[in-house]
């Protein structure tokens, strides 16, 4: 195992984070909602701020849907491959289309 699941390591206890505390220490309005129904009302809420908004969804830490996640990965500038310019526009784009934090 890589030890990159709290299932593979074995630690005395385990470190308990509270996003949303976290997040408004930076300075972002948060909020804490408890399950997905409550989520639309939650990211109306959201839009209707004009800074950085956290919506943190109370999950269970041993239950994963299959797939993993996602994060940014670097795309390079400059290529000979078609495909791979047509992702760094696809990122640019959307990275324009994105409401900017303070």
Same mark, same amino acid.
């Given at each position: 195992p890589f030890y990159n699941q709290l299932e593979d390591?074995? #630690?005395a206890r385990? =470190?308990?984070v509270?996003? =949303?505390k976290h997040a408004a220490a930076m300075g972002a309005n948060t909020e804490?909602?408890?399950?997905i129904d409550d989520l639309p009302a939650a990211l109306q809420r959201a839009r209707e701020h004009d800074s950085t908004y956290v919506i943190?969804? +109370?999950t269970s830490p041993d239950a994963w849907t299959g797939g993993g996640s996602f994060? @940014?990965?670097g795309v #390079? @500038?400059?290529s000979h491959r078609p495909d791979v310019l047509a992702a760094r526009e696809m990122i640019r784009v959307? +990275?324009?289309q994105q409401r900017i934090g303070w």
């Open positions: 390591c074995q #630690p385990l =470190a308990f509270d996003f =949303a804490v909602v408890g399950q943190v969804l +109370k994060w @940014e990965v #390079p @500038e400059t959307g +990275k324009s």
